[in-house]
């Protein structure tokens, strides 16, 4: 761009305050490149020489007298201190001190505790480690204002709730995880007032992805209901451009909405059978009052999804019929309470209406994208309906053939309609 600036003067294109203006700008983003390079490899510094040194001592571990493994345990620790307190105190405003100082001692942590543990031989269960590590390293977020060492602890937490809940014979409630969840909320405000676009993105994708695992835990209570909380979520992903918060982060990365949209696509095909509604049908849902949180949590989802589909209905023109999947799902489930046979048929209607307005969208916008995208649901829920109804095989094989020549006779109408515009 810079290049241009003397050419775009001459021809009178743009005046020298603008030229001005436009050098400053990429000079800046310029100077910030190599801080964020030096940033994420200092991090990865941190992470490497950390699982060097575990990885080297444990080789000889056993050899060492009990004193000194003692030691140690406590070096990564002491050390992390040390370069924390620097930071604090030195280099509070270095962002690359801060970020691989917090990464070092937010280790240092976990490393610390489990090697006590075994030097020691206190007994305890993996997520009781866990949820130490969390509850003590939680601070250095705010200490040392750390985006990374935040995204270890959504990291860490998730994977103490999975633990909590997936891998124990009798699974318990992941109470704390919510506590500890919020325990990050005001970091993440304090980076939207500061404008940290790529650490919103990540916090976002991340806390999506936890939310997801969690969840799965609530079928204990929900049972069948529990899909609803993840077609709730991922429409939520998909209209996050437009919570308020959000407003000033509308950018090109759409990765939280398309792990949005191929989500709640995956929640429809899969109601599209008739065993989840027939399991929710026999099923009968049991309240348990340990558990009243999760009904408030689908609710509250609920609304918010009704006022972000509205949002998005009245301030974008790219509404499309997908954005409504969360709701349909929701209405359909609750009818299907009592009418199980009529909800699957309005939920394989509903996909064939997305399938046939993509096609019609795509036809009449000269889009080839969304043309195939229409056609490929249509094809994707005949395959689906081949699995589930006793449909001889020469009928399947002409209904592929005909879609297969739709699929041709749409594409070639369409290039050719783009090559006679040109």
């Excluded at 969690?214 to 993840?230: E, P």
């Excluded at 046979?341 to 997305?354: A, D, E, G, P, R």
Aim: proline residues 3%; hydrophobic residues 50%.
């Amino acid at each position: 761009m810079l290049k241009y600036l003397p050419e775009l003067i001459r021809d009178n294109v743009i005046d020298h305050e603008t030229a001005d203006r436009i050098t400053s700008y990429y000079l800046q983003k310029r100077s910030e490149a190599p801080s964020k390079f030096l940033i994420i490899f200092g991090i990865l510094g941190a992470l490497l020489i950390g699982m060097g040194v575990i990885l080297i001592l444990a080789h000889n571990w056993d050899d060492f007298p009990k004193w000194l493994r003692t030691f140690i345990a406590f070096l990564p620790l002491v050390l992390s201190q040390t370069a924390s307190l620097y930071t604090l105190y030195g280099k509070s405003d270095v962002r690359l001190w801060r970020e691989v100082s917090a990464t070092f001692l937010f280790l240092s942590v976990g490393i610390t505790i489990a090697l006590i543990s075994q030097i020691y031989h206190i007994s305890g269960e993996l997520d009781k480690f866990l949820l130490t590590w969390m509850i003590i390293a939680a601070p250095i977020i705010y200490l040392l204002k750390s985006s990374f060492a935040t995204l270890l602890y959504i990291a860490g937490i998730t994977y103490y709730a999975s633990t909590v809940s997936y891998w124990f014979y009798v699974s318990k409630e992941p109470y704390y995880y919510w506590l500890m969840l919020l325990f990050s909320f005001p970091y993440y405000y304090q980076a939207l007032k500061n404008n940290q676009r790529n650490f919103i993105r990540f916090y976002n994708f991340l806390t999506s992805i936890s939310l997801l695992v969690v969840f799965g835990t609530f079928a204990y209570s929900l049972q069948n209901f529990t899909i609803l909380l993840y077609s709730l979520t991922f429409g939520l992903m998909m209209l996050s451009d437009y919570i308020p918060l959000f407003k000033n982060y509308r950018s090109e990365d759409k990765t939280l909405y398309s792990l949005g949209y191929l989500g709640n696509f995956i929640m429809l095909f899969i109601l599209s059978f008739d065993w989840y509604w027939h399991e929710l049908y026999t099923h009968t849902f049991k309240f348990n009052l340990l558990t009243f949180h999760h009904p408030i949590i689908l609710f509250f989802m609920l609304f918010l999804t009704i006022y972000l589909v509205y949002r998005k209905w009245k301030d974008s023109s790219d509404f499309q019929l997908i954005d409504l999947s969360s709701l349909i799902i929701f209405i359909l489930v609750l009818i299907g309470i009592i009418k199980p046979s009529f909800s699957q048929v309005l939920m394989n209607l509903f996909i064939l209406i997305i399938s046939l307005y993509g096609i019609i969208v795509g036809v009449k916008s000269m889009s080839i994208a969304t043309l195939n995208r229409g056609l490929g649901i249509f094809t994707i829920l005949v395959l689906c309906r081949f699995f589930d109804r006793d449909i001889p095989f020469v009928v399947r094989g002409v209904v592929f053939v005909v879609i297969g020549l739709g699929f041709f006779y749409a594409n070639h109408r369409i290039m050719r309609k783009i090559k006679n515009e040109k």
